[in-house]
């Protein structure tokens, strides 16, 4: 994310269990959980799985299932799976927010690209959320390590931009459910490789993790694998420059990766993007001078190019629609200004 909404890492409430929850799609057809899991968790093996099945810690609607129970649609998915010690609460961190709208419900933040917004593996700290804690620490009804309160939804690590912060159970809930029924409003600008040459168009795939590399999603014919959810991204060209374009991305559903995966599918991988392969030279001669200017610009903005731009819904409380719109972020602006001088200097 843009990242799922309906997938939550849940903070332990003990130091010996890592504890996962995941509400399946309406769509989701039928399928073992083992297999399921081992797609949505990308650092965790089948056999880890199996394993926690066996031990009766992974539980469906309230039920502990074995690793061949068959997933069904809005099935809720418990998983505890035993972790060493290690102490993963949340703990506030004196971390420079830009803040661009708060009142008593609602926080709204542009991020920086060089920050992770939840805690994980190799992240236990310096988290955007870490951040929310040091900020809201004198706000008695926020608790960071709460999952009802706090993120509405996610973007990735190298993605700059909006993020909406409910700052109490009733904010989040009613926030939760306009990104669950698609009724935000949001857009993303990105730097893509190639010239994009409709100047509008709409991407449909549904989205999974790829089975060579669980690190990275893909399009899925859904028929051919049922873990992989229904995806819509619509784009807008903004400027066409020598080998690359700036367009403008609507988001219609939420997937994790979705831009990422969809401009790549239609052979427009985002600039700079290391995951998908874009931190090559996908398009343009291969002359010394040239080189050396793309090696210029991975330098300049030094992650995919890629910033969540503008932010709509409604206000939890006084029912008003609320709309944010944040410039560019410096890297990224530097970068356009790059390319506009390459394209206009031949």
Known sequence: MADDIFCEEYEPDSQLFEHRKFITDKGQGLMRIDKYLVMQMSDTSRTRIQEAADAGFISVNGNAVKSNYKIKPLDEIVV???VPPVDYSIKPENIPLEVVYEDEDILVINKSSNIVVHPGVGNLDGTLLNALAWHLKDDPSFDANNPQVGLVHRIDKDTSGLLLIAKNEYAKSYLGRQFQDKTTKRSYNALVWGIVKNDFGTITGALARNPKDRMQFMVFDEAENPAAKYAITHYKVLKRYKYTTLVECILETGRTHQIRVHLKHIGH????????????ILK?????????FIANCFEVCPRQALHAKTLGFIHPKTEKEMFFDIDLPKDFQALLDKWER???DL
């Open 80 to 82: 505890s799976l035993d």
């Open 269 to 280: 991988t985002l600039f700079n993007d290391e995951r998908y392969g874009g931190n090559e």
């Open 284 to 292: 343009g001669n291969r002359t010394i001078k040239y080189k050396q």
């Open 342 to 344: 390459y394209s206009f």
